[in-house]
């Protein structure tokens, strides 16, 4: 049974970012996060019967160890190699996860296990096209980067982000399952209005 409901994960599906974030990357503050747990959590089986979508959330925030565990259970690193807990596209990383928090919007370096603040505003409201979302005390946004992509067709792009996006969203739909959090994938973004809020500084597509 569900019994708090805190995380929300949404997805803008291989949207192309432009346009340049709120904060430059050396005015960016970093917010270290605990090491992920090792160990715990429900049996797969157990997780895989109680994965579902729900979209009733509480307001308060998660706990630094929860958004930890569920980073890196998303797409954090876990192998030497730094490969990830999702698959992706030909090794190439093409998905940046970003949180977006009551206090700004932070990508995820899974290489560091650290967030990176974006943008110190609060902009969860623009995450999605549901009510909920603006309360939610987090919304991640898998943002995709076409310019990563080389040597195939635009439509392609589209095909493999939104694949590796929905690894990533698995992830996410199995440790709350696994945690006794809420969460749903969206495709019901602007993309338009999200994307320039979420542009890494490495670059734009
Ligand atoms: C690609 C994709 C996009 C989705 N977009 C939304 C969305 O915008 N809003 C929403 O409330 N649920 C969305 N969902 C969740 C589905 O509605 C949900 O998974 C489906 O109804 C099955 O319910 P369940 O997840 O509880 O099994 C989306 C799911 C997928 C896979």
Redesign the pocket.
Known sequence: MVTRREANAG?V?AAMVAGTSGLGAQAAKVRSLPPPRATGGKPLIDALKL???I?EYEARPLPLQTLSDLLWAAFGVNRPSGDRTAPYWRHVMVIDVYAALADGVWLYDPKEHRLEQRLDADIRGQT???DFVATAPLNLVYVAHGERMLDISPEERRLYASVDA?FI?QNVYLFCASEGLAT??????DTRKLAPQCSSARGNS
């Not at 749903?184 to 973004?189: D, P």
């Open positions: 997805l599906s994965r579902r979508s979209r999605g096209t549901q929905g969203g749903v994938f969206r495709g019901s973004v």
